[in-house]
């Protein structure tokens, strides 16, 4: 089991920047890919970012790249997403997961197997 813990979440106004946090905890080497998603009101949750726990490439979605940027400390096992230049339609749940299994593709959320209970991010204009 992998428990997860997202924090930083807030209100800023557009332009500026946050940066949320996800403690993991319990079985952490058993998590083979991190991911961020986020999930706006009436609408399907989306893949944000995503890497790998031990080594690998990293992931963004085309509407973040160039402004996210995803990060880990495995010393502290805790992932990270630096979120710049933020927009209105940024705002959303975000949500830390984590992936057991290779394979797949990293921007489906039901391939992901713990997650945790979200952190509220709001982008005014």
């Known amino acids: 089991q992998v428990q997860l813990v997202e924090s930083g979440g807030g209100s800023v106004q557009a332009g500026g920047s946050l940066r949320l946090s996800c403690a993991a905890s319990?079985?952490?080497?058993?998590?083979?890919?991190m991911g961020w998603f986020r999930q706006a009101p009436g609408k399907e949750r989306e893949a944000v970012a995503a890497m790998y726990f031990i080594y690998g490439p990293t992931y963004y979605a085309d509407s973040v790249k160039g402004r996210f940027i995803i990060s880990r400390d495995n010393a502290k096992n805790t992932l990270y997403l630096q979120m710049n230049r933020l927009k209105p339609e940024d705002t959303a749940m975000y949500y830390c997961a984590a992936k057991r299994q290779q394979g797949g593709v990293w921007f489906q959320p039901t391939q992901y197997d713990y997650w945790g209970q979200g952190t509220q991010v709001t982008v005014s204009s």
């Open positions: 319990g079985n952490t080497a058993s998590s083979y890919l």
